[in-house]
Every structure is written in C-alpha cells, then in structure tokens.
C-alpha cells in the first residue's frame, strides 16, 4: 500500500484535532466518496475565536471518477456551526465546489445510494436528509426529501437494500464465461411494491433506541414510522446495519461499554393500509472476548467501534474495544448449533423425520492481540466469494482485494488485517509519508511534541474493488492511497494483468466506475490490457456482447489515455461511441411500410442487404432495398443534419489518411481494421443517400474541385473497398496499392475536414505513473505538478479556435455564450440548455441527459471554461 496524493487546504489551523465531533466517510459503486471534516483549532479554543477555513471558489468538477464530499464545520465562540457540504472530485481534487447542507447539529452519518446518484446525511439532532443531483449534474444537488426525529442524534443510516447481490468467483477467475465469475445470488429486496419491484427508502437508528424508517412512494410522497427496538430502550451509543436474504433487517448496537452485551434485533418493514409497519424482534447477544479475560477485563473499557463485515452478511460482525493508548478487535460470527436434549429424553423411541433442536449462538472466530488505539475502520465491499475453494484459489493466486480491512491507528498508521483471520496483510504508516520518517523516529517525534497532536485518520473507506483507500486525517487532509492487488506481494505480470483484468470485467458488468483500477495500470499494461479485455469479449454471448459494447469501449478509452503510445486509439474509441450512438439513432427513425409485425426491423434487414451486397457503387445496393420504408418528413432530417455532417466527415477523414496510418499510431488507425465499424458507416450512407433524394437538404455537405462531383459516390466507393479488406468473415488483408492511390488523390478532390477531437487528459490518474505521491492544495490546479506546463499531445490538439459541441456536432465559436457541462469521465463538452426546437433531435439529447456517450457524469462549467 502506497500514498498517491495528499490534497490540503492553503491555510489552516496549526492543530484541528477535535476529538468530540467526530468524522464519517463513504465511498459509493460510482466512486463518490462522501465524508465529513470539522476544522476547528485547540488554539482557538482557548481564545474563543472563530476559524474561517479558506474561501472556496464555486468552481466546477472537471472529472467525476471519484466525488468526495467534504463537511466542514466553522465554529463561531464555540456555539455557533455552519455545515458546509463540498463536492471534490478526486480526479482533480483541488476543484471544489460548496452547497449548504441545512443541519443544525453536526453529520454524524453519511450514506449513498446503490446509483451513487443520492446522498443521505443524518446529523445529531435526528434530522436526515436526501441530496440528489439538480438536472443530473454532479456538483448541482438539492434536498427535496427529509425526514426528523427531534432532538434524538442518528448514530446508523443505511438505504433499503435493493435486492441485487452479485458474488465475485476468485476460483472461476480463469473461465470464459462472465456468468460463472461473477453469479447473482438470490436476494429478496427489504421491501417490494405491487409485481415485485423494491421499494425505496431508508432506515436510521438514534442514540435513545429507536428505529426509524422511511419509504419513497412512486408518486414522491415519504411514508414515515418509528419503532422502538426493543421494550426497554436504553441508550445506543454505536449501531450498525446489515440485510438477510430473506428481506429482512438486522440492527446491532451497544449502549458504548464493553461489560454491556452487544445486542441484535431483527427489523421487518412493511405497509398495511397505506401505512408503514416496523416489527422487531430480539436476536441472540454477545459479551466481548476480552471482558470475560480476568486479565484484560478492566483494560479495555469502551466499544469504539461495531461494523458488520458487509452490508448483506448479518452472521459476522466485527467488535473493536479501546483505552486511552491501545485497543483490540475481535470477530464474531453466528452459528447454528444443536441443543442437548436432557437424559429424561433421549430413552424416548424417536419420531421418523425428527431433527435435533438447534439454536443460534455467537461464536468468536478470532482476536488480535494489543493494538495501538484503532482511529478509524473501513471494511472492503467486493463481493468474493468465502468458500473454501474461493479462498484457496485466492492464496495460491495472491489476489487479495475484498479479503482485507483497514484499521487506522492514532499513531498515523494503517494496517491491513485478513477479514477472517485478522492476520496482518500490510502495513501504511501515514506519517513516514508525510515527512519521509517512521513515527518512532525523533524527528518525527519532536515534530508531534511541537506541532500538536499526531497525525492520524479520522475517517477510511475503501473503494468498491478494495483497491484504493480514501482518508481524512485529523488536520483536514485528503490522502488517496492505492491498495496493491497482491498486498505487495512480487508477481509475474502475466498475473498482474489477470489481476487487474478480472476486476476491469467485474466493474464492466456491474457498471461501477473503474478509476481506481487504473490505479495500478502502468503505461507498459495498457496494450495487454485491452488485447486481453477484447478476447474476454469477444468469448460472451451474443445478448451479453450487445449489453456491453458501449461499456467495454468506454473501458478501452480510459486505458489509452494512460499511455502517450496508445493515446491516439483513446480518439478512435471516442469516435467509435458516437457512431454506434448515431447509428442506432438514425436506424430508429425507419418504420416498416405494412403495419403487421415483420420477422425483421427495417434496421436489421438494411445490416443483412448492406453484409450480402459487396458492390461498390452506392445505388446498385439501394435497389434491393424497400425504400418506403425510408420516407421520413422533412423537418426530423433537417433537424439531424449535423450528426449525418458528422459521419460523412468522419468517412472522409479516415479515407483521406489511409496513406499516413504509418508507424506513428493516429487516429483513425484502429478503424481500419474493424469490420463491423466500417460495415456501420457504409449503412449509414445508404440510408443518407436514400434521404437525401426526398430532401437535399440534409444531405452532408462537401467542397469539391469539380462541378460534377458525385462525392457519396466516390466515398462510398472507396469505403467498400476498405471494408472488404476487413470482413469478418474472411481472412484480414492489407489495403492495396490501387486503394491507396485513390485514397492519395482524395485530398484534391474534395476538401478534407479537421476533426475536433476530446480534449487532453488533465486529471491526477496520469500523473500517478511514478511512485512519488502528489502535493496539492484544495483551490489551487496549479498546485499539480507540470499543470500548464505540457504541451497536450498533437492528436489531441483543437485543429481550431471553435469550442466544439462534441454531442451535437455543431460550432459554439471561439468565446461561448452558452451554458455548458462536460463529462467528468471523457472531457465530451455540450450545450447545457437544447437550442433545437424538433422532436428527433430533441430525443437525440435526451438518451445523454443523465450520463455521457461513455457513461460518465456530468458537471456544470461556466461559459469562460466552454
């Protein structure tokens, strides 16, 4: 385990250790990471002054892979707090951008959904709040929902679960089949509406022992209750809650004492009436190993710390219990054992079919031994698989993510413990990190005597693939540190690649966000990684390839832009996303010309025609088409001419540099190869052909030296020539010389287009090749290192001062007016607001309005930044 980045505030505070409020953190399926700091100085303290943390601009997020969302709490004579919600993005995390959140007492917790689109926050005087993005934009968000429970403090809070569990298979790791990776376990949802669906909502527990839940009706209204978890409520100073497959719901909480027992209450939700109902029942309870210990049993006084080691296993639940100077952790897991039968009983003829009585019962799996005081906890959320063979194909493979958690220590350091074992997997120490010594060292240690008290983290959470570690230490710093697949154990590469390989096709068929697996690509990877992601493909299904074309093409375009070798195709993928987006669109708007169900769409009998007819000339293959099924009106062409500009341009690009695809990879290359892209853009210029005959108008336009020149004619010509160099269905062959020739003589022809490609990479992910991490300062983008001093690649580069709309396909000018937002995966820049007033374009714009063509989120910028 290794740091990658430090993000700091410019000014702050000489200590901001504020032991009485304390931090939350959480890290959702797409990489938003929600967590809370309260900057507060010891000095101020005394002097009953208020700290004003350091003005933050309302700057846009650049890119989304990972959202954090920072509280921060600036205290006024010790009385009055504001609490400020920041959204960062870890990507660029020195972008920050500031809402209020509207509590009046401090977050105590912090929850996303399983979109990763909504943010719970509960404070300490029972009021919750749901944050969702305004307009789909990650740093514009609203509560329109809440819920309260006056003057009672929320220490648990977690979403209903949705009755999705996928279970990761270390041991079928080598299989072709992405089912038998990674399998759906059966799962009942919390609570469902009429056919099955799950119902939304959520559930919180307050310090004075109630639970409280509230449910999301179809219509937006909030159903709302509140039960008591047991008859006599007693105080819950800790609390957490997972989920059976069964539907229900499991709380465990302590009154904060280790002599207490840790008790277990079932929760049932349901609706009668309209109205919500909470059923509770009384679990089997535990007492802490080290209370019954006669020589620890006065040493560890306080539970600090009650997790379940993940959100749908209510049988294993981790316990941490701490003094002043140390603590230790156990792990205890629920087992179903036989109950002797009395002697009076067993001489009694048994019944055919009779079973022994069970119960269950809390059994200790294992203990640490003493440990520095535990400061923070965070579990792993990868789902794998804890079978036997599971686990043994792990060890033998070293693959380690999701088998490890993190206990932070006031010490400043971080350990990795097996999940089961609590064996030591690896070791971080914070604060060599910080100033190149070990927290043993002297200088280390006058540092801490002068400086206040030690750094440490205040709060840790994994990353949904366990190979990135988020933390917020006590002086208001962001660490971002990458967890080693193996623990730092010394692999073949070939191992390495199937490591990273396996979780790049996890994240691809669950749609989680694959940031911080490129955590651990190096430039070296990149080639191998897409090969090799390309062949696993390739091995699916048919159904399960046309789910995930877009998705692995988008995986692809985030691999490429690590390497400056392979940055070029990372243009190519961009492009190819908008095509499939423009063909599929276009094919759309055909309808068949009798009203009966045909055997075959319009769409698919235009792909069948187009693969069987390889003639060159553009209106010998129209003839085989029903043309009537192509009559469109006039005012939806018009309305898409910009997107059928698009493709002729595109078509005319790559023709135009077929002789210049030499040993310099540009882009364009990696279309010539590809069959089944070519075979797409010769189907669209049948179809614009066809279109253009009943309105000219929104035929592509092209400057030609000659009057008479027939230019679809002529690229479709040379087009097919191509395409039947790289049919699938035969052997691949190089273009011949007769092609290359012509394609040479394009130029005088007709006028070549300069195509407007996504704009360079300006994120961190690009920067943590080496293995020195990140200085940067919250505010500030030049505080990256080399930030406006690279040239961005030439490929890359705008051929013009226009701002392109990369969505639209049309010209903003060189200084936009108009309000606009950019992915935060790609950098792809649209139009905020729909300038078209037609309904095919405006459907168009519509399939983008929630994620981009690559599926990431989207995020406001100004004008200037257009």
Partial sequence: MELAYVCEWEKRPKSTHCPSIPLVCSWSCRNLVAFTTDLKSDDEDDKGEAYTPPTLQQSSVTTCEVLLVLQTCVCVCLTDVSHMIHIIDTEHPWDVYSISSGHTEVISCLEWDQSGSRLLSADGNGQIKCWSMADHLVNSWESLLSSSLDGDPIVALSWLHNGVKLALHVEMSGSTNFGEKFSRVKFSPSLTLFGGKPME???????????????????GALLTASESLCRLRGRVALADIAFTGGGNIVVAATDGSSSSPVQFYKVVVSVVSEKCRIDTELLPSLFLRCTTDPLRREKYPAVTHLKFLTRENSEQVLLCASNQSGSIVECWS?????????????????????????????????????????????????????????????????FCPGLGLALAFHDGSIQILHRLSLQTMGV???????????????????????GGPALHFKALQFSWTSLALAGVDNHGKLHMMRVSPSMGQVLEMNTTLRHLLFLLEYCMVTGYDWWDVLLHVQPSMVHNLVEKLHEEYMRQNQA?????????????????????????????????????????????????????TPDKSPGDRLTEICAKNIDADIDKVMINLKTEEFVLDGPPLQSLQQLIQWVGDFVLYLLANLPNQGSMVRPGFGFMRDGASLAMLREMLVMIRIWGLLKPGCLPTFTATSDNQDSMQLLFRLLTKLW????????????????????????????????????????VIVKLQGKHPLRLQFGKASSLPGAGSTAPLEVFTSPSSQKMDNLRCVHMGVCPTEESKACTRCGCVTMLRSPNKTNAMKQWEQRWIKNCLCGGL???????LS
Wanted: proline share 7%; glycine share 4%; hydrophobic share 40%.
């Fill in 724 to 763: 039947l160099c790289s049919r699938e269905d035969g052997p691949p062959q190089d273009p011949d010389e007769c092609l290359i020739d012509e394609c040479c003589l394009l130029p005088s022809q007709l006028l070549v287009p300069t195509m407007d490609w996504l704009p360079v990479n300006d994120g």
């Fill in 428 to 450: 971080f120490y914070g604060s060599s990190s910080s100033s190149g010594q070990r927290p043993g060292d002297e200088s280390a240690m006058k540092r801490q005597r002068t």
């Fill in 201 to 219: 909502g959520w559930l919180a527990v307050t310090v004075s022992g109630l639970v409280t839940v509230s449910l999301l009706k179809p219509g």
């Fill in 858 to 864: 989207w995020r406001r910028i100004p004008a200037t």
């Fill in 334 to 398: 629920l087992r179903k054992e036989g109950l002797p039968v009395n002697n009076i009983f067993q001489h009694r003829s048994p019944v055919v079919g009779e079973k022994q009585p069970t119960i269950l019962k809390w059994r200790i799996l294992t203990t640490t031994s003493d440990l520095e005081r535990v400061s923070a906890v965070a579990l792993p959320k990868l789902p794998i698989s804890i079978s036997n063979t599971d686990l043994k194909v792990a060890s033998d493979t070293k």
């Fill in 544 to 596: 399960l390839q046309q789910v995930l074309a877009t998705r692995i093409v988008a995986v692809k375009a985030s691999l490429c832009k690590l390497s400056t070798a392979t940055a070029a195709r990372a243009c190519d993928f961009h492009a190819k996303l908008l095509l499939i987006a423009i063909s599929s669109t276009l094919k759309s708007l055909l309808r068949p010309h009798v009203l009966n």
